[in-house]
């Protein structure tokens, strides 16, 4: 079952801001974002566990993490982009630990392309 989408996702000049948002069917105590750009690994960009969130250092202040729980979503609110920043974004869930380290969450999102050009 598909239990996560992201939506949201495009092109965008740098120094732009996009917002990227997950439907999800059924929340764990641990949402997050990752990412993947080609030829590079996936990183964990930004969680938020129990409420707290919680963002990877190349963040620098410019994205914004929140869940709705009443309409079972997860925003990732990004500004100042970078071209560095264009990757796949995928939303994630996880019931056991809670790390932007560990890339084995327990449910993936098929991701959505986010290219911010130069």
């Known amino acids: 079952q598909v239990q996560l989408v992201e939506s949201g996702g495009g092109s965008v000049q740098a120094g732009g801001s996009l917002r990227l948002s997950c439907k999800y069917t059924w929340s764990a105590y641990c949402m997050g974002w990752f990412r993947q750009a080609p030829g590079k690994k996936r990183e964990g960009v930004a969680l938020?566990?129990?409420?707290?969130?919680a963002y990877a250092d190349f963040v620098q202040g410019r994205f914004t993490i929140s869940q709705d729980s009443a309409k079972n979503t997860l925003e990732l609110q990004r500004n100042s982009l970078k071209p560095e920043d264009s990757a796949m974004y995928y939303c994630?869930?996880?019931?056991?630990?809670?790390?932007?380290?560990?890339?084995?969450?327990?449910?993936w999102g098929q991701g959505t392309q986010v290219t911010v050009a130069s």
């Open positions: 994630a869930r996880n019931s056991t630990d809670c790390s932007l380290w560990y890339l084995y969450w327990g449910a």
């Open positions: 938020i566990e129990n409420g707290n969130p």
